[in-house]
């Protein structure tokens, strides 16, 4: 096995911006090109910690170990490959997502990727329910963490709670869109992991640990928290570890978008964690909100697309948008501050400036 610095697919600036401090291994998707409701594996953004793998897959193997497991487990692409075969279309979507905008409420930037809007994408995900490849290992009735970690240089790893490790849509994805998993999101075999932030989806899976404590990682201590004054330090933990994203929409603009003035449609997004949105509503300086339209489809655990015809006068405008859940959760006025600048999801704010 060897390393690659870098990311393996082509970055053309027409689909990708890179975040301030985001590194060499981050790139965050431009949603204004995004052509439909699924995002192609060629403009989907990429978060990687570290080095990646470049794995043969004939001689990949995963191994299930840990004292919560009847046996331990040692099984190629071609054992996974015999389980019953499952699709799901889910967002992954990285909890630093949007964290640029804390410098912008708040007047200091939040350490990390200064993340647009766009660390996020939703695609159809095919492979086998993790539940099934860890019952090959005979799963023990008082489990508690499952630790997938991957091969990569630092061995990513963030443990999962049991029930959320055995959840029905919980995929070893082997496919994205309909092709072999891309190198850079984690060829031969990932996590996906719905309605969780990006994190919990573990690319280049080489080892499942399910034990009966909890296996607790930096991943999901010190960073990937909410941590700062206003929230408690837990057991380990700096803050609260995250888990499930917040409710929040996006806007189909890249920055300081220039629109031409008179009848405009504006398009976006919305997603909530493992919810479905139920509404999304727009507002243009200071007009009343006004409700978009969602379409088809609308899936729980990835996003929904919205619409909205607007009359933009010639001159700036800021673009208010703001949805809400089938669980109750809508998007805050205003964020509280965190240190590691994860889940933001105030009112999204954009400015366009609308041209005669
Ligand atoms: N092995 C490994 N898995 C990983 C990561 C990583 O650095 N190493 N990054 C995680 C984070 S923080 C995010 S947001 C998602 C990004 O997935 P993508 O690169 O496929 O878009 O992968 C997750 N899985
Ligand atoms: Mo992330």
Redesign the pocket.
């Known amino acids: 096995m060897s390393y690659h610095p870098g990311i393996f697919k082509p970055l053309p600036a027409k689909y990708f911006r890179h975040p301030e401090e985001g590194g060499a291994?981050n790139v965050e998707t431009r949603l204004s090109r995004l052509p439909g409701y699924l995002t192609p594996n060629r403009q989907?953004?990429?978060?990687?910690?570290?080095d990646?793998p470049e794995l043969a897959a004939a001689d990949w193997q995963l191994t299930l170990t840990g004292d919560a497991l009847s046996r331990e487990q040692s099984l190629s692409l071609a054992d996974l490959e015999q389980l019953p075969r499952i699709s799901v279309i889910r967002a992954?979507?990285?909890?630093?997502?949007a964290r640029a905008f804390f410098a912008r409420d708040f007047g200091k930037a939040a350490e990390g990727a200064q993340w647009r809007l766009g660390?996020v994408?939703v695609a159809e995900w095919s492979g086998v329910r993790l539940r099934d490849v860890l019952a090959l290992a005979g799963v023990a009735e008082d489990a508690f963490h499952v630790l997938p970690?991957?091969?990569?240089s630092?061995?990513?790893?963030?443990p999962l709670p049991i029930d959320k490790a055995l959840a029905d849509d919980t995929t070893i994805a082997l496919a994205?869109n309909g092709e072999p998993l891309?190198i850079?999101?984690?060829f031969p075999a990932?996590?996906v992991v719905s309605g969780w932030?990006?994190?919990?989806?573990?690319?280049?899976?080489g080892r499942i640990e399910v034990s009966r404590e909890a296996r607790n990682t930096y991943?999901n201590t010190k960073d990937?928290t909410l941590a700062g004054p206003d929230y408690p330090a837990e057991g380990e933990a700096d803050g609260i570890p995250i888990t499930t994203m917040p409710v929040m929409s996006l806007v189909d603009l890249d920055d300081d978008a220039r629109l031409p003035a008179g009848k405009t449609m504006l398009r976006g997004r919305a997603l909530s964690g493992e919810g479905q949105i139920t509404d999304v509503e727009c507002r243009l300086d200071d007009g009343d909100w006004q409700a978009a339209i969602l379409h088809t489809p609308n899936i729980a655990g990835a996003w929904v697309c919205w619409s909205l015809t607007c009359q933009l006068d010639p001159g700036r405008h800021v673009l208010y948008v703001r949805a809400r859940d089938d669980r109750g959760h809508e998007q805050p006025e205003r964020m509280v501050w965190n240190d590691h600048g994860c889940c933001y999801n105030a009112v999204t704010r954009v400015n366009i400036e609308a041209a005669e």
């Open positions: 291994t989907f953004f990429v978060r990687s910690h570290f990646i992954i979507e990285c909890a630093g997502n660390a994408g970690e991957g091969l990569d630092g061995r990513f790893a963030r994205m891309p850079d999101h984690g990932r996590l932030l990006g994190a919990a989806s573990v690319k280049w899976l991943w990937y």
